[in-house]
């Protein structure tokens, strides 16, 4: 999981603990966003496609066409 700041380490810990319940052998893996991702969200995506705006630099080639695809179909 990609952690960009304390909120979504918090998110990511009651996350944790729910699903530790409900699978004890789980282990999570979490990674610090570079600097220049930080401010990328799944809705900050979202948005950028609705504005027609290009997402390629954000997502890698084959993620960012079948987002793409999805979003322009809404």
């Known amino acids: 999981r990609g952690l960009r700041d304390d909120k979504d380490l918090k998110y990511e810990e009651g996350m944790y603990a729910i699903n530790k319940q409900n699978y004890p052998e789980l282990v999570n893996v979490y990674l610090q966003a570079e600097d220049d991702m930080k401010e990328v969200s ?17 997502l890698p080639n084959g993620v960012c066409e079948i987002v793409t695809e999805h979003f322009k179909n809404k």
């Not at 948005?47 to 954000?58: A, F, P, T």
């Open 42 to 58: 799944s809705t900050f995506i979202k948005e950028q496609i609705l504005l027609g705006n290009s997402v390629s630099h954000l």
